[in-house]
């Protein structure tokens, strides 16, 4: 899905490919020579594995990223990533995740990567709704989670079940 990295006043979100898939499995160090930024430890602790795991195609044609890493600008350093994929149902769902290394956190990546992924997913797809699920005890995911736009839909279980349309969104970022 995602082709090109996407800019943001301080990102810039590269799309998981091939061969950064291939960089991610063989270790921080080939990562980072792939990606062109430093692949701090905290980050590559929690997320490097999943960028590794990226593997959802049959040959690199088939290939579609559904996940992009978040490199500062400035800094040259992941911050974190973005997954985004579609729903085993109803058509026309997407459901998106984030994290940030924990270094990194309270300074606003989150929504600001999250943000560029949703704004693209509205434009660029035929996506209607964008699902996301976080722990009830996560407050800083449902924090961000209300920034972006999203509606709390569910509370089964432990889980919380947020939703975005494309106009929520829209009558966020007014």
Known sequence: MLSQPLLTPRLQLIPVTPPLVRAAQNGPAAFARVIGADAPED???????????????????AFAATRAVAVHRDEGAVVGD??????PHPLGEMEIGYSVAPSRR??????????????????ESEVETIVAGCH?????????????????DSTPASTFWWVLTKPLRSATRA
């Open 43 to 61: 980050w590559c602790r929690g997320s490097l594995a999943l960028v590794a795991n990226t593997l959802a195609f049959s040959g690199e044609q």
């Open 82 to 87: 973005v997954r985004f994929e579609a729903c």
């Open 106 to 123: 309270r300074q606003g990546y989150a929504v600001e990567a999250t943000g560029a992924i949703l704004d693209w997913l509205f434009a």
């Open 136 to 152: 009830r005890a996560n407050v800083a995911s449902v924090r961000t989670l209300r920034r972006l736009g999203f509606w709390l």
